[in-house]
């Protein structure tokens, strides 16, 4: 654990999340020590760096992280407790992801109640879809999936293993909400993950507000 305390690419990881934490606290999507952030470590993709549990976003520091196994076991006893969420970060980086991004927005907490009937949220026309990885046109039509609330992180995490195995034929966003909860958004690295979240974060405001002008 030392030894990869002292890489740089650890280093610069911690400090690019430590951004995020201050970043998205301000925007108001880590408020009140929610949220967690998480990215995998070195080419081999054997570790895992994720932020502690209940730490203050606006006031993360380089101590609030802990640094797990690919099974989301802590790499030794000592370090800070991370998330009861882990289990959702370890399943998107099992299918790919670099990187991990989950917030408590307000407008994924509303919209996500809101849209939980339709179990999901379609985007489409918008230039902002371009914003996705792969995503070339406005022309595009997205599906950002919702799932019910639960304490029960790996009875979720399955959930959204087989929903994702069997998408029902629709462009999955890389991301979905959990009801009246949250977002987790996921990307190859931490710039694309972020950049994943802000577009979803655009689109949900975009979606919120537009039904008030109803
Ligand atoms: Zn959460």
Redesign the pocket.
Known sequence: VDNMKASTEFSDQCHQLIRIGHDFWNRGWSRGT???YSCVVGHSRETILITASGLDKGALTGDGFALLNRDGVPLDASQPRS?A?TALHVWAIDNGAGSVL?T?SVWATILSQKFLVQRGIWFESLEMLKGFEGITTHASRMWLPIFENSQDIEALSRQVNAYWKSNHGKTLTPAFL?AG??TYAWGSDIETATRHLEVIEFLLECTARSMTLR
Do not use: A, D, P, V
């Open positions: 929610s949220s967690n998330s969420e989950h408590h959990i909860h949250g």
